[in-house]
C-alpha cells in the first residue's frame, strides 16, 4: 500500500463546468431576449378618431348621426420605423353626432377610421393622415379601444 496522494481529478473540471454553465445562461438569456414570447404578434386593429365641427356638417341617416360636407377619403396608413407601409383605412363618411356630455364637444361629427390587419410586436410606428407628415405612435396608443378613444373627448380641451 502507497501512502502517496494521487491529485483529485474533481478540481481540475470546475472550470470547464463553469464556463459550459455561463455559456448556457448567456445562449438562454439571447434566445429569450430575440424571441420575447411576452410581446403581442398578433395582428390587430387600430380605430383612429377625428371631429368635424357642426358647421362643417349635415344630419345623417339617423338622428344621432352626421357627414361632413367636406367629405375626406384620404387614408390614414401604418408604417414601420423603416418607412414600409404596414397597413392603411380609410374614414367612414358618416359619424356620431356628439351628445351634450361631450361640453365644448357637443354637436360636432365624430369620424373613425378603422385600421385592419397591423402586425403587432414592432413596439412604434409612424402613422400618417392625407399624405402629410408622418407622426411617431406606439403600439399601446393604436391599440387602444374605440370606446377608449371616444370617451377621451368629454374630458379634452377644444382647440380655440
Not at 352626421?66 to 414600409?84: L, P
Request: include cysteine; aromatic fraction near 8%.
Amino acid at each position: 500500500m502507497s501512502l502517496t496522494k494521487t491529485p483529485r481529478m474533481g478540481w481540475r473540471r470546475i472550470p470547464m463546468w463553469a464556463a459550459v454553465g455561463g455559456i448556457a445562461v448567456v445562449t438562454a438569456g439571447v434566445t429569450l431576449w430575440v424571441w420575447a414570447p411576452w410581446v403581442d404578434r398578433s395582428p390587430f386593429t387600430a380605430y383612429t378618431v377625428g371631429v368635424q365641427d357642426e358647421e362643417h356638417t349635415v344630419p345623417g341617416s339617423t338622428p344621432d348621426s352626421c357627414v361632413r360636407t367636406a367629405a375626406s377619403e384620404e387614408e390614414t396608413v401604418i408604417y414601420d420605423e423603416d418607412g414600409k407601409k404596414l397597413a392603411s383605412g380609410s374614414a367612414e363618411r358618416e359619424g356620431e353626432r356628439l351628445g351634450s356630455e361631450f361640453g365644448e364637444w357637443a354637436g360636432d361629427c365624430l369620424i373613425v377610421t378603422r385600421i385592419d390587419n397591423i402586425p403587432g410586436g414592432l413596439g412604434t410606428y409612424l402613422t400618417e393622415w392625407g399624405g402629410g407628415d408622418r407622426t411617431e405612435t406606439s403600439e399601446a396608443e393604436l391599440r387602444l379601444p374605440l370606446e377608449q378613444r371616444r370617451e377621451r373627448f368629454k374630458t379634452m380641451d377644444k382647440p380655440k
